[in-house]
């Protein structure tokens, strides 16, 4: 049995997954112990010749999962992990490739840290830059300044989402509420205590309530740097539909489900109420302006 599954959700990544996977097999402690890792795609519905070219390039060296259609993120890592048993699960997105030693270095930190349920690696954009990979929890007052200018004005930053991370430079481990999951390692026994993700989250967001739920039943979340990734960001969208749009349905699922309805009406209320402020504010500096200059 491998030490470590890794899982690559593919949807029409014909001309990029060869890059992902290629960083696996080629890792050193994959190269030495071949048993180390298994590599499992689980793939959405590819119309692209995505598993032919899979079945060409690697044959048996990887199994690949067929859903049959495009069930989104969650639920086709649902699948692969459904089919897998090594101890620990690494999720790498088909636009992600992984650096040397970034699986030992993960499976490590984790085997030495029996309390952590979840680990992110260090990513790095394309060029070159440390992509922002970890978070906070949302708290009322965090996402409504998060969601709105007023977080980035002084007097409000230190309380918006996000704001004790703010100016990290994301060197050294460190505890962390949540960290994405473009290339995250999840512990089986975790999974198996929780559950996996949650299939309602189609989506983004999904990492995020995996990591809520592990906090609740005990679980800790690290930032592990001694593993790095490389990550296009945003590959799954290629145009085909507002990652915007995608976005805020998965936060209004998230906020419902953990913060319930009335919460997630009191802020999107709070959101619109400041429009009108804006609104009324302009009004009346119009009036004042008009009335000023009509005294004149």
């Given at each position: 049995?491998?030490?470590?599954?890794?899982?690559?959700?593919?949807?029409?990544?014909?001309?990029?997954?060869?890059?992902?996977?290629?960083?696996?097999?080629?890792?050193?402690?994959?190269?030495?112990?071949?048993?180390?890792?298994?590599?499992?795609?689980?793939?959405?519905?590819?119309?692209?010749?995505?598993?032919?070219?899979?079945?060409?390039?690697?044959?048996?060296?990887?199994?690949?999962?067929?859903?049959?259609?495009?069930?989104?993120?969650?639920?086709?890592?649902?699948?692969?992990?459904?089919?897998?048993?090594?101890?620990?699960?690494?999720?790498?997105?088909?636009?992600?490739?992984?650096?040397?030693?970034?699986?030992?270095?993960?499976?490590?930190?984790?085997?030495?840290?029996?309390?952590?349920?979840?680990?992110?690696?260090?990513?790095?954009?394309?060029?070159?830059?440390?992509?922002?990979?970890?978070?906070?929890?949302?708290?009322?007052?965090?996402?409504?300044?998060?969601?709105?200018?007023?977080?980035?004005?002084?007097?409000?930053?230190?309380?918006?989402?996000?704001?004790?991370?703010?100016?990290?430079?994301?060197?050294?481990?460190?505890?962390?509420?949540?960290?994405?999951?473009?290339?995250?390692?999840?512990?089986?026994?975790?999974?198996?205590?929780?559950?996996?993700?949650?299939?309602r989250f189609f989506l983004?967001?999904?990492?995020?309530?995996?990591?809520?739920?592990?906090?609740?039943?005990?679980?800790e979340t690290w930032y592990?740097?001694?593993?790095?990734?490389?990550?296009?960001?945003?590959?799954?969208?290629?145009?085909?539909?507002?990652?915007?749009s995608r976005k805020q349905?998965?936060?209004?699922?998230?906020?419902?489900?953990?913060?319930?309805?009335?919460?997630?009406?009191?802020?999107?209320?709070?959101?619109?109420?400041?429009?009108?402020?804006?609104?009324?504010?302009?009004?009346?500096?119009?009036?004042?302006?008009?009335?000023?200059?009509?005294?004149?």
């Amino acid at each position: 049995m491998p030490l470590v599954d890794v899982v690559v959700v593919c949807w029409n990544d014909r001309d990029r997954i060869a890059t992902a996977i290629d960083s696996v097999f080629g890792l050193a402690e994959v190269r030495s112990q071949p048993e180390f890792a298994s590599v499992i795609v689980s793939d959405n519905g590819s119309s692209d010749g995505s598993r032919e070219f899979l079945a060409e390039r690697y044959g048996e060296r990887l199994r690949v999962v067929e859903n049959g259609a495009n069930l989104g993120f969650a639920a086709a890592c649902n699948r692969a992990i459904a089919v897998t048993s090594a101890p620990f699960v690494y999720l790498l997105n088909p636009d992600a490739e992984l650096r040397e030693g970034a699986l030992a270095a993960i499976v490590a930190f984790m085997q030495a840290h029996p309390a952590c349920g979840i680990a992110g690696s260090r990513i790095y954009n394309r060029d070159g830059t440390i992509a922002e990979s970890v978070g906070e929890f949302d708290t009322w007052l965090g996402a409504f300044l998060r969601s709105s200018a007023w977080g980035d004005w002084p007097a409000f930053r230190q309380f918006a989402n996000g704001a004790a991370l703010r100016g990290w430079n994301y060197e050294g481990e460190r505890r962390v509420d949540l960290a994405i999951g473009a290339a995250l390692c999840l512990r089986r026994s975790m999974l198996d205590a929780i559950g996996t993700f949650d299939e309602r989250f189609f989506l983004y967001h999904e990492e995020v309530d995996l990591a809520k739920r592990a906090a609740a039943a005990g679980w800790e979340t690290w930032y592990v740097p001694q593993s790095e990734a490389v990550h296009e960001g945003m590959g799954s969208a290629r145009g085909l539909y507002s990652v915007e749009s995608r976005k805020q349905r998965s936060r209004r699922a998230y906020w419902l489900k953990h913060h319930g309805p009335f919460w997630y009406a009191a802020l999107v209320t709070a959101l619109i109420g400041r429009y009108v402020l804006y609104a009324v504010t302009l009004g009346a500096a119009v009036v004042a302006a008009r009335f000023a200059l009509g005294r004149r």
